[in-house]
């Protein structure tokens, strides 16, 4: 993983200290609330429903076992015992005391983590595939393209002020694990004539209205990556919407001009750019891959008797690393998910005690390397296959090792109104419900690949709109109600899920779920995913079976 270097370290110290001084200020009343609002949010800082909450950096979901310790001493000592990992593959505090932070943020920066840029109208953490480098399909190591976007916008002049947030994804695998069609700028890493080239998505993104990137650059070259995305913030940034925040994100701006329109724009304004001072040279790529190199594998086989023998003896074992446990690109490893969706604990949320479980594992299991996904999961990504059962029996141990990942009880699902200002309902209290709905699970397994997003309002934090069931927290004359939608996918496939109908009472979603699974039972073919069998079948099957005895 990428290693701070003398500036790196200096940069992020000065603003540590630039911070505290600005709280002070802000605290001794000569900073308005107004000013110390703009400040605050760039360090990561919001002021949410019943405290501050602090979203730490995480670039492309990566962590060292030291960062992770470093991550559960704060916890402990700055908030209440616990963090969120988030849908961008980012930390959350929710209850860090304002004029602590400064002195929270001097202790990230000694292990080379900070807050900078994770919220407010600027380029935001730079995501990618959770299993980038380690994934058997992948074209290209995804993970030194998202460093180099990282180095480039952060602290940009140029983007500190954007219509909107602005989100980046790259990916370089064959299935799209980035999510890359709903970002803001979405980039691919493909192989022509064993040549690196990227695709270049534009305009995607959720929220108020989502919409599904469209490709505006189908082959471009390496050296190029940095100046082009320079042309397309360059025409965001002079043609975005700044008069009303709904219209400023740039899938609006990218579906008024059409495309093509857009994609004409950024060349034009790419002429200027192009082979200019941010065209990156052969050297300045190598010297970030470095920091990306395999780690010291050992030649094991892929075939473990013994492991082997385990899995036909123990179904607990074996439930868990048919759904857990991923094929790894070098022999005798895999890949290993940490479903962090046990039922009666918010989605997403971590204790410091696991935190530092979980450290003690990489540093056992993975060469001291853990990564956050867009689940708002773990991924261990190097694990000797012959260790798959002592690891499992130490996630047992800890409650790490529901065996869930990717069936409908690992639920994605936002904060929330427990937390969130803005949302209009609560989530986790109907996540729990679904979970214990669906506790079964020889059905959950026999039901197969399901997700679930579930967001407080339509900001889409839980990216309701690429769930195959989407919940959505509504007011309804000052009560909380749940829109449900069906029918979306965040990943290679990616569509946006269409609205059922009219909302549902708290108390009556895991009914409508159980419905529209029983639907899907009925009439599935095969092993066909619930995708499919919607795909199929259209919605009012669906629509039909949820509406046809319920009283709305």
Known sequence: MYVYDEYDQKMVDERVEQYRDQTDRFLAGTLSAEEFQHLRLRNGLYIQRLAPMLRIAVPYGMLSSTQLRKLAHITRHYDRGYAHFTTRQNVQLNWPKLEEVPDLLAELATVEMHAIQTSGNCIRNVTSDQYAGV????????????????????????????????????????????????????????????????EVLA??????????GPVIKQSLEPKHLLTYLEAILRVYNRYGR???????????????????????????????LKDGPETLTQAEIDRVRKHFTAPAY?????????????????????????????AHRQPGYVIV?????????????????????????????????????????????????????????????AELASPNLGLLTDIICCPGGDYCSLANAKSIPVAEAIQRQFEDLDYLHDLGELD????????????????????????KKGEEF?????????????????????????????????????????HRQGEERFIDTYRRLGIDPYKEAVYATWEV
């Open 135 to 198: 994934a058997r399909d992948e074209i290209e190591d995804s993970r030194p393209w998202a460093e180099l976007i990282r180095q480039w916008s952060t602290f940009h002049p140029e983007y500190n002020w954007l219509p909107r947030k602005f989100k980046i994804a790259v990916t370089g695998a064959e299935g799209d694990r980035a999510a890359v069609q709903v970002h803001d700028i979405g980039v691919r890493v493909l192989r022509e004539n064993g040549e690196t080239r990227f």
């Open 203 to 212: 305009g995607g993104g959720l929220g108020r209205t989502p919409i599904i």
């Open 242 to 272: 700044r008069d009303n925040k709904y219209k400023a994100r740039i899938k609006i701006l990218v579906k008024a001009m059409t495309p093509e329109v857009f994609a004409q724009k950024v060349e034009e304004e790419w002429v200027h």
């Open 298 to 326: 050992e030649k094991l086989e892929d075939h473990v008797p013994a492991v082997d023998d385990l899995l036909a003896d123990n179904s607990g074992f074996g439930n868990w690393v048919k759904q857990n446990v991923k």
């Open 337 to 397: 998910n940490l479903a962090m969706k046990q039922t009666g604990i918010a989605p997403g949320d971590v204790t410091d005690e696991q935190l530092e479980i979980i450290a003690d594992l990489a540093d056992e299991f993975s060469f001291g390397e853990v990564r956050v996904t867009h689940e708002q999961n773990v991924t261990l990504a190097d694990v000797p296959k012959k260790s798959l059962h002592d690891l499992w029996t130490k996630l047992v141990e």
């Open 452 to 475: 679930i997003n579930i967001s407080g309002c339509m900001n889409a934090c839980g990216h309701h709109h690429v769930g195959n069931i989407g919940i959505l927290g509504v007011d």
């Open 482 to 522: 749940y829109q449900v939608s069906i029918g979306g996918s965040g990943y290679e496939d990616a569509s946006l899920a269409k609205i059922l109908g009219p909302s549902f009472a708290q108390d009556d979603v895991p009914g409508v779920v159980q419905k529209l699974v029983d639907v899907h039972l009925e």
